[in-house]
Nanobody
């Protein structure tokens, strides 16, 4: 499977954005999906994770209550709805996939990555 992230842009603090990650191939439902981000000068960090059918989701504390991860397996797409954005959410956002993720918040668990989409939040 290959991943293509989109939906980034420049917004103001308090605004919302929805990121999408479209997957090619017919096995999308066999993968758990994650969103990560890399802010300028920082390491890539975990944002959210969703299991195969969407039954379970996990979030970083920094985004809990503001971001929602979801997926549509019929459309081979995973989403990240981001509400009440803050300047500290500014980063390149990446979607990633793994079948049996040993640790959902560890980049090393994921072996398929999208190219990233830039989100910039102005104050």
């Amino acid at each position: 499977v290959q991943l293509q992230a989109s939906g980034g842009g420049l917004v103001q603090a308090g605004d919302s954005l929805r990121l999408s990650c479209a997957a090619s191939g017919r096995t999308f439902g066999e993968y758990q999906m994650g969103w990560f981000r890399r802010a300028p000068g920082k390491e890539r960090e975990f944002v959210a994770h969703i299991t195969w059918s969407g039954q379970s989701t996990y979030y970083a504390d920094s985004v809990k209550g503001r971001f929602t991860i979801s997926r549509d397996n019929a459309k081979n797409t995973v989403f990240l709805q981001m509400n009440n954005l803050k300047p500290e959410d500014t980063a390149v956002y990446y979607c990633a996939a793994c079948r049996y993720c040993s640790s959902y918040d560890d980049t090393r668990s994921y072996y398929i990555w999208g190219q990233g989409t830039l989100v910039t939040v102005s104050s």
